[in-house]
């Protein structure tokens, strides 16, 4: 449970805060939705733990607990899915920041492990707007560095759901939560342009789009060290106090 829960007490945060300019706060958002028939539904919420708990490892952030239930609509189709709307998503990001400026933990970073959560950009884009301190993590671009640090073959267009990057973090982070079968479960639908329209379903049956039988443990660990170098500059923008 250490993995998806911090185990900090309120003088380890009130430490950590005395020593920065700023204090930064990592909240994790994942989902629970299928992740075809060898990933967990928990996947998502899994991957944006592994990413800020590697953060945390590397910066004095002040690690959240993860939102593990988020805006998975387009994965309706499959038995264990569920999802919130993305106003309550909204309004639980909102409030949780609001919480942390009262007691003194004026910047958020969220750390995304869902790429259906569109609306996190918007709660970005307001907060800042109205001159608060957030930040979404990872943008594509830190992606695609890590993807090719880690030497992940697929692109990622394709590695879309439940492919080589997911598959490949859970092996490093967490290999007991696999099932047998993601050896021969490769399955390639680039062109996804009524996804919004159609869901999942109208893409993949076993609802799985990428090649996660090119997934390995240490492209997973090298994914997590290109992230958390990735987060530098993001801390160095939001720790400071110019």
């Known amino acids: 449970m250490s993995d998806l829960v911090p185990a900090d007490t309120t003088e380890d945060v009130r430490t950590r805060g005395a020593g920065v300019s700023r204090q930064v706060a990592v909240l994790p958002v994942g989902s629970f939705e299928q992740h075809g028939p060898y990933l ?3 996947t998502d919420t899994l991957v944006a733990c592994a990413v800020a708990r590697e953060i945390a490892g590397a ?3 002040h690690l959240l607990p993860p939102v593990t239930i988020s ?3 387009e994965h309706a189709a499959w038995p264990g ?3 919130i709307s993305s106003v309550t998503l909204h309004a639980v990001v909102r409030d949780i920041a609001a919480s942390l400026r009262r007691s003194g933990v004026d910047a ?4 995304n492990g ?3 959560n569109y609306v996190l950009g918007n709660v970005v884009q307001e907060s800042s707007a109205r001159g608060e301190t957030m930040a979404l993590f990872p943008a594509p671009e830190d992606w695609e560095a890590a993807r090719e640090r880690a030497g992940v073959v697929t692109s990622l267009l394709t590695d879309m759901h439940a492919g080589e990057i997911e598959t490949s973090i859970l092996l490093h982070a967490h290999p007991e939560m696999l099932r047998p ?4 479960s490769d399955f390639v639908a680039d062109d996804r342009r009524h996804l919004l329209t159609l869901g999942m379903s109208g893409y993949t049956d076993s609802g799985v789009i990428g090649r996660p039988s090119l997934g390995s443990a240490e492209k997973g660990k090298e994914l997590l ?3 958390a170098d990735s987060f530098g500059a993001y801390f160095s923008m939001l720790a400071s106090d110019a």
Do not use: K, N
């Open 40 to 42: 967990p539904l928990a």
């Open 59 to 61: 910066y004095p952030v």
């Open 71 to 73: 805006c998975s609509h």
């Open 81 to 83: 899915t569920v999802s």
């Open 108 to 111: 958020l970073v969220v750390v």
């Open 114 to 116: 869902h790429g259906g």
């Open 181 to 184: 079968g993601y050896e021969t």
């Open 225 to 227: 060290a290109s992230l």
